[in-house]
């Protein structure tokens, strides 16, 4: 049966023995208060015949213990978490600033001569206004660094700029390099994207992956001359179920994006592109019937024909790996407090849960403990108040100005997009899914060259005192291009192969990670 050692340690095993495990036992200790908690906030979860929460598979544990409200739970859970927090608004407890974007972080010293985190400089998106915000303490909830890559799963607003923004004033970035790709998403199809599809991690509970046997067969999909229904069963590698039979289909995330990457790598990808692997229900349908994969899947089968014009009850579906989550981030005490006083980082944002891999559910799972069991009872405000008229509020909205002025005034010819594309083929070219100290090397010189282009070639048209879009993503687009080099340095640095950090001299005969746990057990702290 399941239990709250279990689930400790698959999370702890999950991420290749990287994470903190005293983080890791508190999460599985507060996880069922995390399933009382938004229940009590109406989020619709599965419930069997009799009433009760229903139970599914996620990838990397053999146990039945994610629960789920259909392929949506995340949205449902963010739906449950900001119906909450608009109860407090219309209390008045809650003030909100929305469209603000935070550029920098104030810090002031105390009594003892210890810099604390005061405040920030926030950007008014809507009127380009900079304005100085007092704080007892900042929390940095943002999310992840995933967008340095261009195309990944993540919002098109999620960046990492606010952790660079303390990162440059000395807190400490854990583990960059640790980038989870995942393996269930929609393959690109042309070079106008400006993100990629996540279909749910739960589709690999009933559907069955798998590319031809033959390399003629694969071939021909390629080409268009055959189909997939064309090709028998006994034509099929079912490569997850061969080489993992315990975990089937259900292996962690890093494992399944590696295995379609060496397939497709091996000529037997199956679209167009040569990368793509299939994901195909019919099994599940035979078993279960039509009715019972659509009461499941429903919503994630017709998002997946609105976008690919091909319906997945009747063909399999096509996948490929595709960046979604990051573990690094910024280095936290056991209290969530980050290496400054006074500044703490939550969910995506810091790195200690998840270490190499992140498991499915596993992110909701950790926001949900920091924001509503831990940090409620570990942060500190207990100081007094403060104005903004402060000469460190004053030097940091200079800064602020100064950067942007700066940005302003390059006036060179390429769009903030075109730089961003660059950046990203280089990151996935060479701090990918597979990297060798060759590539590390090679990505590191590119992108001294897309930072030099970036800061005399850039074009941001409008003004700076309005609403401008372009200077929103030039001011992240510097950010993610120095986090970039720092997970080229990061993965250089770590010779082996764990989780989502993949060495290719670092792998054994089999092909799979091989960590080196006498010397890479620590943390990585970069500052």
Same mark, same amino acid.
């Given at each position: 049966g ?6 400790f340690?698959?999370?702890i095993k ?11 036992y508190?999460?599985a200790?507060?996880?069922?208060a995390?399933?009382?908690q ?7 979860? #599965? $419930? ?6 229903d139970? @599914?598979?996620?990838?990397? %544990?053999q =146990?039945?213990? *994610? ?9 449902q ?20 600033y929305?469209?603000?974007?935070m ?5 002031i010293k ?11 400089? #926030? $950007?008014?998106?809507?009127t380009?206004?900079?304005? @100085?915000?007092a704080?007892? %303490?900042? =929390?940095?909830? *943002? ?12 919002a ?5 700029s ?5 990162y ?5 970035f854990?583990n ?10 929609i393959?690109?199809?042309?070079d ?8 749910s ?6 559907? @069955? ?19 997939p ?15 993992y ?23 037997f990808?199956?679209?167009n592109?040569?990368l ?8 599940a ?16 089968f ?20 595709a960046?979604?989550y990051?573990m ?22 810091n ?32 100081v ?13 909205e ?17 769009s903030v997009?075109s ?35 970036f800061?005399s070639?850039?074009r ?18 510097a ?8 997970m080229?340095?990061?993965?250089l ?6 989780g989502?950090?993949f060495?290719?001299?670092?792998q ?14 620590y ?5």
């Amino acid at each position: 049966g399941d239990s709250i050692y279990r689930l400790f340690y698959d999370t702890i095993k999950g991420g290749d023995y990287r994470a903190r495990e005293a983080n890791v036992y508190r999460l599985a200790e507060v996880s069922n208060a995390i399933i009382d908690q938004c229940v009590a906030q109406g989020v619709p979860f #599965a $419930r069997e015949y009799g009433g009760l929460l229903d139970n @599914r598979s996620f990838g990397g %544990a053999q =146990v039945s213990r *994610t629960f789920y409200a259909r392929g949506q739970t995340g949205q449902q859970l963010l739906l449950g978490a900001y119906s909450a927090l608009s109860r407090e608004v219309q209390r008045g407890n809650v003030k909100l600033y929305t469209r603000y974007e935070m550029l920098d972080v104030v810090l002031i010293k105390d009594n003892e001569g210890v810099e604390r985190a005061r405040g920030i400089i #926030a $950007r008014n998106l809507v009127t380009g206004k900079i304005e @100085r915000f007092a704080a007892h %303490a900042v =929390v940095i909830g *943002t999310g992840g660094y995933g967008n340095t890559y261009f195309l990944s799963t993540n919002a098109m607003a999620s960046n990492g700029s606010a952790a660079m923004q303390v990162y440059r004033k000395g807190a400490y970035f854990a583990n960059p390099c640790f980038a989870q790709i995942h393996p269930t998403c929609i393959p690109v199809h042309g070079d106008k994207q400006s993100k990629l599809t996540l279909m749910s991690e739960s589709l690999r509970n009933d559907g @069955r992956i798998w590319v031809p046997k033959k390399l003629e067969d694969a071939k021909a999909l390629q080409a268009g001359t055959k189909k997939p229904t064309d090709i028998p069963d006994a034509d099929r590698d079912f490569y997850l179920e061969r080489r993992y039979p315990a975990f089937g289909n259900l292996v962690p995330r890093d494992v399944a994006s590696r295995a379609a990457k060496e397939r497709c790598d091996a000529g037997f990808g199956v679209n167009n592109t040569g990368l793509a692997v299939f994901l195909d229900f019919k099994y599940a349908i035979d078993r279960l019937g039509e009715d019972v994969v659509r009461a499941r899947y429903g919503n994630l089968f017709d998002m997946y024909e609105e976008i690919t014009d091909e319906n997945p009850y009747k063909t399999p579906m096509m996948i490929f790996p595709a960046i979604h989550y990051t573990m690094g981030g910024i280095w936290v005490d056991y209290e969530l407090m980050t290496s400054i006083k006074g500044l703490y980082a939550i969910g995506e944002a810091n790195f200690s849960d998840h270490g190499a891999n992140r498991l499915g559910a596993s992110a909701l799972m950790q926001g949900l403990a920091d924001g509503y069991f831990v940090l409620p009872y570990t942060i500190q405000i207990q100081v007094p108040r403060f104005s903004t008229d402060l000469p460190e509020f004053v030097a940091a909205e200079k800064a602020v100005n100064d950067k942007i002025q700066k940005l302003m005034n390059i006036k060179g010819h390429r769009s903030v997009d075109s730089i961003h594309k660059e950046l990203g083929h280089i990151m996935w070219d060479f701090v990918g899914m597979g990297r060798t100290k060759e590539s590390l090397t090679t990505a590191l010189a590119k992108l001294k060259e897309v930072r030099k282009t970036f800061w005399s070639d850039l074009r941001i048209p409008g003004e700076a005192n309005e609403l401008n879009v372009e200077l929103e993503k030039a001011i992240r687009l510097a950010d993610f291009i120095e986090i970039g080099e720092l997970m080229a340095y990061d993965a250089l640095n770590r010779e082996e192969s764990c989780g989502g950090h993949f060495r290719e001299e670092h792998q054994t005969p089999e092909g799979e990670a091989l960590r080196h746990d006498d010397k890479f057990s620590y943390v990585a702290c970069w500052k």
